[in-house]
Antibody, heavy 124, light 107 residues
Framework: EVQLVDSGGGLVQPGRSLRLSCIASGFVFDDYAMHWVRQAPGKGLEWVSSISWNSGNIGYGDSVKGRFTISRDNGKNSLYLQMNSLKSDDTAFYYC?????????????????WGQGTLVTVSS | DIQMTQSPSSLSASVGDRVTITCRASQDIYNYLNWYQQKPGKAPNLLIFATYNLQSGVPSRFSGTESGTDFTLIISSVQPEDFATYYCQQSYITPITFGQGTRLEIK
């Protein structure tokens, strides 16, 4: 079955760290760029970060730049998001997302497979 | 950043109605516009990519059009399973940005 399974969410205090993971199956993981997209409860979608098939190109949204780090391990079919210096505004469902192509250069990308999401709650 | 403005933010429709949802980009995005459907408690699902192209498995009652920087999602005859929230997304340039969403409710 083609799927993405997100994990690693939970309750964390402001200023602390958390690492999200995503395991892919049913497709050739290292053929595709991957992304993280988040959604605060009851709110809209916000792009967080992207990584190309070989980790050669990486991008971040302004709200997480310098605090979050995206990475992947193609040998383990896995995508990660290391989140440091967490703030209450980071509270959201985090979705692992597959791109239609292998790179993250602008133009012609769409998100054709989403994980089920993992909830991160930042609160004291 | 490119701003994506969706309208309306919500609408009510009856089964069988024709529904249109519009997304306006703050600058030219050269047809790099995608549409997603999200049902409560679920992850979004790709409906249409690159303005016009129906994702595999999506019913043909869904279609997309464009006029300059205005993009439209059309549902020709709304079915019960279509009641959900719809998002547009531009992928022309980073940061990738989404519209604020349009909630389609049953009248």
């Amino acid at each position: 079955e083609v799927q993405l399974v997100d994990s690693g969410g939970g309750l964390v205090q402001p200023g602390r760290s958390l690492r999200l993971s995503c395991i892919a199956s049913g497709f050739v993981f290292d053929d595709y760029a991957m992304h993280w997209v988040r959604q605060a409860p009851g709110k809209g979608l916000e792009w967080v970060s992207s990584i190309s098939w070989n980790s050669g190109n990486i991008g971040y949204g302004d709200s997480v730049k310098g605090r979050f780090t995206i990475s992947r391990d193609n040998g383990k079919n896995s995508l990660y998001l290391q989140m440091n210096s967490l703030k209450s505004d980071d509270t959201a469902f985090y979705y692992c997302v597959k791109d239609n192509g292998y790179d993250i250069l602008p133009g012609g990308n769409w998100f054709d497979l989403w994980g089920q999401g993992t909830l991160v709650t930042v609160s004291s | 950043d490119i701003q994506m403005t969706q309208s309306p933010s919500s609408l009510s429709a009856s089964v069988g109605d024709r529904v249109t949802i519009t997304c306006r980009a703050s600058q030219d995005i050269y047809n790099y516009l995608n549409w997603y459907q999200q049902k409560p408690g679920k992850a979004p699902n790709l409906l249409i990519f690159a303005t016009y192209n129906l994702q595999s498995g999506v019913p043909s009652r869904f279609s997309g059009t464009e006029s300059g920087t205005d993009f439209t999602l059309i549902i020709s005859s709304v079915q019960p399973e279509d009641f959900a929230t719809y998002y547009c997304q531009q992928s022309y340039i980073t940061p990738i940005t989404f519209g604020q969403g349009t909630r389609l409710e049953i009248k």
